[in-house]
């Protein structure tokens, strides 16, 4: 790509058929590595012509200091694989990878979202592992704590974080009863 331009759709796809070219006068496969842009992390920079043109796109990105991501962006003629986590190894006078379990980060929550959920556990009065909560029983926990001017802005924030908290899997609701879902804060 010496000299190209990533972001023109037509010097991508004369890449893409001179990779094509190689595969084929070679009966062989190509990868290409190319980076992630600055502000978004998780696509390839550059025309969008290079991810139609792929039959795979792994991203790789780090974790903290040592450990590496390996996720499966795109797979044209199958499944995508699982996202794998890699411990790096030092091997003097390089490093290896180690497969390892993968952590799975826990839920961001926005500040109403924690709200929300602080006034389940305070309603549930820390019982909450049988405890389950109807709306009545809950919003007035979270309506003390949020500092709303007027009722109808305490039950947006109420309704958006009880939502957030649901779409997150850290609630479940079953018959309008809430309950802890199956992921930790």
């Known amino acids: 790509m010496a000299g190209k331009d990533e972001n023109n759709a037509k010097e991508m796809g004369e890449l893409v058929q001179t990779a094509d070219k190689l595969k084929h006068n070679y009966q062989c496969d190509v990868m290409l590595v190319h980076h992630t842009g600055h502000n978004n992390q998780d696509r390839a920079r550059g025309s969008t012509a290079f991810k139609g043109a792929l039959d795979t796109e792994i991203l790789v990105k780090s974790l903290g200091d040592n450990d590496i991501i390996v996720s ?7 499944p995508k694989f699982d996202t794998m986590q890699f411990l790096k190894v030092s091997v003097e006078p390089s490093i290896a990878l180690q497969q390892v379990t993968r952590s799975v980060p826990k839920a961001k929550l926005t500040s109403n979202e924690a709200m929300a959920m602080d006034a389940f556990y305070e309603a549930t009065k820390g019982n909450v592992a049988s405890a389950g909560l109807a709306l009545d029983e809950w919003r ?8 709303g001017d007027n009722q109808a802005s305490k039950n947006t924030a109420f309704a958006r974080a009880r939502k957030g908290l649901v ?3 850290l609630l479940k609701c079953s018959d309008d009863i809430y309950r802890l879902g199956d992921k930790a804060t």
Do not use: A, I, L, S
């Open 72 to 78: 499966c962006e795109k797979q044209k003629d199958g």
């Open 140 to 147: 007035p926990f979270f309506n003390e704590r949020h500092t």
């Open 167 to 169: 779409d997150k899997g």
